[in-house]
């Protein structure tokens, strides 16, 4: 298994903080070859493009073999320019080219995703990895650690153990979170791989947090909207019992037995949903703040507040919570992470 450092880079790209762009580093293909045109006004032997400073001698084309863009960044690896002088064998140029062999960016392209590194900004992070155990370790603060409610498997899980529910219709098992998760918050991005193991537990909640039922928000991998008939993955909810979010995604299906990501974030300016990777909707401008909730107790994963409803049957895995907004680009590599 990879590590993080191996999955993200390290390179010269310039770190994103919360926005951040485009995650693309690959490089443009070069321009050309020598385009020399020997016998020039001054006497030269080759192209129009230069590759090294001052006015002695070039050799070759018009653009080097680096080309316009480099090997990763916005100018790259090898600079504008190429290989030869402005003239020929004694012309004006010398041997480099207009840009250097830095680039104006790095190694990851114009987004700086490649600066990007999946610790910086967690305040929380279950890995699930204990093999036994009522406990699930906080890496970041073993304060606030979780617990299992219940008897809790420990299947394998997306990146090493998982801790899996198998409740019936009413909650018997389920994870218990520390309280407070998002108090202070201005902005925060939660991110969590689940595996649901029921085609019909609809309504069933991946997670619950709130203070009360006026201060709550939840996720639902398998919800239906009984006055739009829509059907899907819901993000949702209220502050001051007010909804402040309601997004679905009907593709893709996460009830096919497999892994998925879902992951949010949330800032006074969205809040954006992702599933593996990919944005499937965002409420611009919402209503509520994460430290608006207040501090949220009960936070469960796996059941809602409620006995008779309906609780999950199926498996989680790492759950990081950030003290900011991931970029799409980030979500993206985050999502790669093993």
């Given amino acids: 298994m990879p590590s993080e450092s191996e999955v993200f880079g390290s390179a010269g790209a310039k770190p994103n903080g919360a926005s951040g762009a ?6 443009q293909p070069g321009e050309a070859g020598a385009h020399g045109d020997g016998g020039s006004d001054d006497g030269g032997s080759a192209g129009a493009s230069a590759a090294s400073g001052g006015m002695v001698n070039g050799s070759a084309g018009k653009t080097g073999s680096g080309g316009t863009t480099g090997s990763s960044g916005t100018t790259g690896s090898s600079g504008r320019a190429g290989s030869s002088g402005t003239t020929g064998s004694g012309g004006r140029a010398g041997s480099s080219g207009a840009t250097g062999s830095s680039g104006a960016t790095g190694s990851s392209g114009a987004g700086g995703s490649a600066g990007f590194d999946p610790t910086t900004g967690l305040v929380a992070h279950f890995t699930f990895d204990e093999p036994s155990g009522a406990v699930a370790a906080n890496a970041k603060d073993s304060t606030k650690n979780a617990k299992c409610v219940g008897t809790c498997t420990r299947p394998a899980g997306q990146i090493g153990l ?13 994870i218990e979170l520390p309280a407070g998760i998002f108090s202070g918050r201005s902005a925060i991005t939660l991110s969590v791989w689940m595996r649901d193991l029921s085609t019909t537990r609809n309504e069933a909640p991946l997670l619950h947090f709130s203070a009360g039922t006026k201060e709550a928000i939840w996720l639902t991998p398998d919800d239906r909207n009984t006055q739009t008939s829509a059907a899907g993955a819901h993000l949702a909810g209220v502050h001051g019992g007010n909804s402040f979010v309601d997004l679905w995604s009907a593709t893709p299906v996460l009830t096919d037995k497999a892994w998925h990501q879902l992951v949010f974030s949330w800032s006074a300016a969205s809040i954006d949903f992702y599933i593996d990777g990919k944005s499937v909707g965002s409420t611009a401008n919402p209503s509520a703040l994460p430290s608006q909730l207040g501090s949220t107790s009960p936070n469960y994963l796996g059941r809602a507040p409620d006995d008779t409803s309906l609780a999950l049957f199926g498996e989680m895995d790492d759950l990081r919570v950030y003290d900011r907004v991931l970029s799409a680009a980030q979500v ?6 093993r």
């Fill in 22 to 27: 485009n995650a693309n580093g690959g490089a």
């Fill in 162 to 174: 998982a801790f899996g529910v198998r409740n019936s219709v009413s909650p018997s098992d389920w």
């Fill in 332 to 337: 993206a590599l985050l999502n790669k992470v």
